[in-house]
């Protein structure tokens, strides 16, 4: 996907009958597999909806700087240009959108809603630093919002100011026995679940099913590979 003058990389996964898409922001540059993101995105297969699974930096981004993860106006930037993207793919035509966010991505995602205008219809995300996003944009995000927590996230008192600023409709979840990296048995499907179910409640109705019968798949670095996967269902790690 193109973005200036470098490509991010992504994987979109579709079908005739899905919900909703689902765009799973990920701070990074590195490849899917085995990933925690990757896992969401199943999840979310699962429960009906399309997904864009997006690397909000490259290989090279991630590699030389370390800190290019906090660069939160510049993901935002390119949350933007997918949503764009997605808005000329005639096979994602009348889909509501939801973004699926972590980590600085959530900063992203809430910077990201607030440029948006009504192209996003939702957020979630898995704790990370919505307070990157900045004051204003806490603000004045109008974009529904569910933010989900573990009971053992050293960071959830600073995670919920953020959040105390927000004016949208949001609400709060938190998952007994669980830290801020997810890593715990469940916790991933957990919160695949509360993320599907905020976007079936948010997410208006898909338009007609003929507008989304094929779709470009992505290959390295976002190039155009022909038809893409036409089942919804989650691939095996």
Not at 99 to 123: E, F, M, P, Q, W
Not at 157 to 181: F, K, P, T, Y
Not at 182 to 188: H, L, Q, V, W
Request: aromatic share 6%; hydrophobic share 45%.
């Amino acid at each position: 996907m193109p973005f200036e003058r470098i490509w991010l990389n992504g994987e979109l996964v579709h079908a005739p009958d899905v919900s909703g898409l689902a765009v799973v922001l990920r701070p990074a540059g590195s490849p899917f597999a085995h990933s925690r993101d990757l896992r969401v995105a199943h999840g979310l297969q699962g429960a009906g909806f399309a997904t864009l699974l997006i690397n909000l930096l490259t290989t090279y981004e991630e590699a030389r700087d370390p800190d290019a993860r906090f660069n939160v106006p510049q993901m935002a930037n390119r949350v933007v240009a997918v949503l764009d993207w997605i808005g000329h793919q005639p096979p994602l035509a009348g889909l509501g959108i939801g973004l699926i966010a972590s980590d600085t991505a959530s900063g992203a995602a809430i910077r990201a809603g607030g440029k948006a205008g009504d192209r996003v219809a939702a957020i979630v995300c898995r704790a990370g630093r919505p307070d990157l996003a900045g004051l204003t944009p806490l603000n004045t995000l109008a974009v529904p919002l569910r933010m989900v927590v573990g009971s053992d996230d050293p960071h959830a008192g600073m995670i919920r100011q953020a959040c105390d600023h927000l004016r949208s409709a949001h609400d709060w979840h938190v998952l007994a026995g669980v830290s801020e990296e997810f890593r715990e048995a469940g916790a991933i499907e957990r919160f695949g679940e509360l993320a599907a179910a905020w976007l079936r409640d948010r997410l208006p109705p898909p338009g007609p099913v003929e507008q989304r019968i094929h779709a470009p798949a992505f290959g390295a670095e976002g190039q155009s590979e022909g038809p893409a996967d036409q089942s919804a269902e989650p691939h095996p790690l």
